[in-house]
């Protein structure tokens, strides 16, 4: 065992690499479960950007044009849970499900033919005077765009849902809808483009899997990412900053167990795999006494009867 | 303009005729998809649909039918009593593999003793086992309120960590050669879930699940506590009324699944499967969340649902082999047929007016 081997700066750097697959697939869900839909479809929309993105980038050869496809892919695919949720009214628990699993099972025809490719890659944005900082410059300000795109939406859901009148809106759909419906807003067309913008963030999260973080595109590779964002947001108790937080948080212990895997700990290799997991529901069982933060319309479909 | 109009009551013909409809459609539609990666649509169906039960290797298949159903169905019918009362299991692959792994173990610490009791005893532990898996995510719902759709998922991946690291190390067939997985439970009689009439497919799980299917049908039409679990999933306030105790129904919904999950691993691996080993979970405990929701979550449903989805499993080996059609094909085929269940629902709890509407 060797825990001098592990580099802190490295460690830093690719503890916000693993972190922001989870930062986008939670945001997106914070913002649909604001607007009081429940979608448990993340790990699907995820791995549907995770082989949209991977495709489409090498295909054009162009990363960043994986990544809008990727959104575009998210989005799209989202769409099927707004017809089952809001159209249809189906239970969104079990729609959310149907997501996942169908997600994963087209996920994997639509890939076959992409394993054991390598996507291009993607530059990596140095951040003027502040990435030549010895030490932690390198680890904190030279990574690609899209690390910093994740980190810098957060910025700006964090102040529109707190400051903007949109936010303002979304928030009082996702408490009460029979109130807001009254009030004269859109519920449902309020609600559908949460939904949307919550499908084309996991799929943003997933290609930063496919493209960056791993990178390859290999069947099931989300491996359980977009239901630790969903615990994540309970964990934030629906707070962007805190979501940001956990994020991190979760990326560490991600990072630290690669780390400590390759560094030869005592702990065999499977138990160091599942700690993510038992974090999480640790994390889960410590703060799920607080639901204050909690949309109150969350999980109920909303029909104007009248 | 179509307009919804709510029933006050959901309409029986509906219910039961929405999953026929939603399976013809997912047969179109998966035809389409199957012509689109460019196999032959028409053999695609009836391979998938019509060889394994009347074609000419049929023989081979339909005993097949039984060995993959009975899983299915005994998972899919705890998970539909905790489905009705609200309860969102959706962990029962973990459940399972605990289960294997738990009745496994059992047997393999009695190797190579021969008795008649090793069975039994490998089942009870592997009921135990999947209920105690199960039981996590339960008393962490009761003590503190926790999500228990988060912790029982989360709780698979640990399973399946767990699975990797017995079958590498503590159940180890020491006579392996140094390969991963047990020793082989066919090869040790005592502990062998054999065919109880031989070429049939019909073992110790395919008589539990019957019994399953009969127990859930007695508890949900005869008994109080079937009666408190249909209310609590319906009207959670009357249920209170009428002394339902939330916690109590919570324990015993995802001890029940887990426990029915564990068994249906129990009788995977000490009979089809055979040994514990690293990709011994095939996804039964998620396929089982599509068969009680086709099933309506009614047990005679339940039945009949394992069945076709033990039918397009077995189908879409064979259009592998035959065709060439990926494995993937027939996961998308799965969650096809869920999406169109969940949406043609619609027609069961609504009525569709046409014409124009006053309101928005």
């Not at chain 1, 993607?122 to 795109?149: K, N, R, W």
Request: glycine content about 12%.
């Amino acid at each position: 065992m060797d825990l001098s081997a592990i580099n802190p700066a490295l460690l830093i750097a690719s503890l916000m690499v693993a972190a922001t697959p989870i930062l986008f697939a939670a945001i997106g869900e914070l913002i649909a479960e604001k607007a009081g839909v429940l979608n448990l479809g993340v790990e699907g929309m995820m791995i549907i950007g995770a082989v949209a993105g991977f495709a489409v980038a090498v295909e054009s050869g162009s990363p960043l044009l994986g990544f809008a496809a990727a959104a575009a892919a998210g989005a799209a695919f989202s769409m099927l849970f707004v017809i089952m949720t809001q159209l249809a009214l189906a239970n969104q628990v079990a729609s959310g499900l149907a997501l996942t699993l169908f997600g994963l099972g087209l996920s994997a025809l639509l890939g076959q033919s992409y394993v054991g490719i390598k996507p291009p890659k993607l530059d990596t944005f140095d951040i003027p005077i502040l990435s030549e900082i010895p030490g932690i410059g390198p680890a904190l300000f030279s990574h690609d765009i899209v690390l910093y795109f994740g980190i810098a939406l957060t910025f700006v859901i964090w102040s529109g849902l707190k400051y903007s009148r949109a936010g303002l809106v979304l928030r009082a759909v996702g408490e009460n809808h029979d109130a807001a419906h009254a009030l004269g807003y859109k519920v449902m067309r309020i609600r559908i483009l949460a939904i949307l913008f919550g499908g084309a963030c996991a799929g943003l999260g997933g290609a930063y899997i496919s493209l960056i973080r791993v990178p390859q595109w290999t069947q099931g590779m989300t491996a359980g990412i977009g239901w630790i964002a969903l615990a994540l947001v309970v964990f934030s108790s629906w707070k962007p900053l805190r979501t940001l937080l956990g994020a991190y948080l979760f990326g560490g212990i991600t990072v630290l167990q690669l780390n400590f895997q390759a560094a030869g700990v005592a702990i065999p290799v499977e138990y160091l795999a599942m700690s993510p997991y038992l974090i999480t529901i640790l994390v889960l069982v410590i703060l799920s006494a607080d639901k204050s933060g909690a949309p109150a319309a969350l999980g109920r479909n909303f029909h104007a009867s009248r | 303009m179509i307009r919804l109009e709510k029933r006050s009551q959901p309409s029986r013909e509906w219910s039961i005729a929405t999953p026929i409809l939603a399976v013809l459609i997912t047969i179109i539609v998966g035809a389409m998809l199957f012509s689109a990666i460019g196999k032959p649509p028409f053999e695609a169906i009836r391979t998938i649909f019509w060889d394994p039960l009347f074609g000419e290797f049929a023989f081979y298949y339909r005993p097949q039918l039984l060995i993959k159903a009975a899983p299915l169905v005994l998972i899919a019918i705890g998970l539909s009593l905790g489905f009705r009362a609200g309860v969102w299991n959706i962990g029962a692959e973990g459940q399972y593999i605990i289960g294997a792994l738990s009745g496994a173990g059992v047997g393999l610490a009695f190797y190579p003793i021969e008795g008649l009791y090793i069975l039994p005893l490998m089942v009870l532990a592997g009921a135990f086992g999947g209920w105690l898996w199960a039981m996590i995510p339960g008393l962490l719902k009761v003590k503190f309120g926790t999500n228990e759709i988060l912790v029982s998922l989360m709780l698979v991946y640990v399973a399946e960590q767990l699975l990797a690291s017995m079958s590498l190390g503590l159940l180890k067939n020491p006579e392996g050669f140094g390969f991963p997985g047990s020793r082989n439970l066919q090869q040790y009689p005592s502990a062998h879930n054999a065919e109880l009439i031989a070429g049939t497919g019909m073992h110790l799980g395919v008589v539990a699940a019957l019994i399953a299917v009969i127990f859930a049908y007695i508890l949900l039409t005869r008994h109080r506590l079937g009666f408190h679990i249909r209310l609590a999933g319906e009207a959670q306030r009357a249920a209170r009324f009428a002394g339902v105790e939330p916690n109590r129904l919570i324990l015993f919904c995802l001890g029940i699944s887990g426990a029915l999950a564990g068994l249906a691993g129990l009788f995977e691996v000490a009979g089809p499967a055979g040994q514990v080993s690293i990709d011994f979970n095939v996804g039964y405990g998620f396929t089982a969340i599509i068969v009680a929701f086709l099933g309506r979550l009614h047990p005679v449903g339940i039945l009949l649902a394992g069945a076709l989805m033990a039918l397009t499993y077995i189908g879409g080996d064979i259009a592998q082999s035959n065709l060439g059609l990926p494995s993937a094909a027939i996961q998308v085929f799965q969650g096809m047929l869920l999406f169109f269940l969940l949406a043609l629902d619609l027609l069961t709890n609504f009525r569709i007016k046409f014409g124009k509407s006053e309101v928005a």
